[in-house]
T-cell receptor, first 114, second 114 residues
Framework: AQSVAQPEDQVNVAEGNPLTVKCTYS??????LFWYVQYPNRGLQFLLK??????LVKGSYGFEAEFNKSQTSFHLKKPSALVSDSALYFC????????????FGAGTRLTVKP | EPEVTQTPSHQVTQMGQEVILRCVPI?????FYWYRQILGQKVEFLVS????????KSEIFDDQFSVERPDGSNFTLKIRSTKLEDSAMYFC????????????FGNGTRLTVT
């Protein structure tokens, strides 16, 4: 079955600095990869996805993610962090032929300090 | 932008009681899901539903759980006899037909079992 790992429970960065939130995945076939953000007392909001094509995908709020097949990674990045980016971030994976469950990582809490 | 709506936002119940959590998915979506999140941590898959039947369910989704789509708009999760460990945030999600479509989440129902 597919799975994702987010090795960091917490990431702290200063406002204006670049940020990276790490994710690695495991699937038996081709992966569909997603990033979601969760603000307090809210549901998960879709940020971006990788399906095929260009390994660098761009999403909402200036976020981007890089798919690396050899390292089975899909790290989330932003060139310049904002205090408002502070939230819980989840990586998720789905197998290409599976419309059923999407598996989520354990989440990484991003804190951006002014 | 269309949204997934969930009611109630907070449900308190006594152990052993039945609860029904309600969701209205996005109207043109065909796949429906329930996830739960305990203490703001990992998002756990419960069940997926398509074409009026369960597509896949996790080991969490035992005989105490059931789902139903009683009409064209509502999607419900029933817990027959709640346990203390059922206390969690329950998220409903929906997606379009294709596996490359992201899930759209509601804001969740916080279930507290006392």
């Amino acid at each position: 079955a597919q799975s994702v790992a987010q090795p960091e429970d917490q990431v702290n960065v200063a406002e204006g600095n670049p940020l990276t939130v790490k994710c690695t995945y495991s699937v038996s076939g081709n992966p569909y990869l997603f990033w979601y953000v969760q603000y307090p007392n809210r549901g998960l909001q879709f940020l971006l996805k990788y399906i095929t094509g260009d390994n660098l995908v761009k999403g909402s709020y200036g976020f981007e993610a890089e798919f690396n097949k050899s390292q089975t990674s899909f790290h989330l990045k932003k060139p310049s962090a904002l205090v408002s980016d502070s939230a819980l971030y989840f990586c998720a994976v789905r197998e290409w032929n599976n419309n059923n469950d999407m598996r989520f990582g354990a989440g990484t809490r991003l804190t951006v300090k002014p | 932008e269309p949204e997934v709506t969930q009611t109630p936002s907070h449900q308190v119940t006594q152990m052993g009681q039945e609860v029904i959590l309600r969701c209205v998915p996005i109207s043109n979506h065909l796949y429906f899901y329930w996830y739960r999140q305990i203490l703001g941590q990992k998002v756990e898959f419960l069940v997926s539903f398509y074409n009026n039947e369960i597509s896949e369910k996790s080991e969490i989704f035992d005989d105490q759980f059931s789902v139903e789509r009683p009409d064209g708009s509502n999607f419900t999760l029933k817990i027959r006899s709640t346990k203390l460990e059922d206390s969690a945030m329950y998220f409903c999600a929906s997606s379009e037909a294709l596996s490359l479509s992201p899930l759209h989440f509601g804001n969740g129902t916080r279930l507290t079992v006392t």
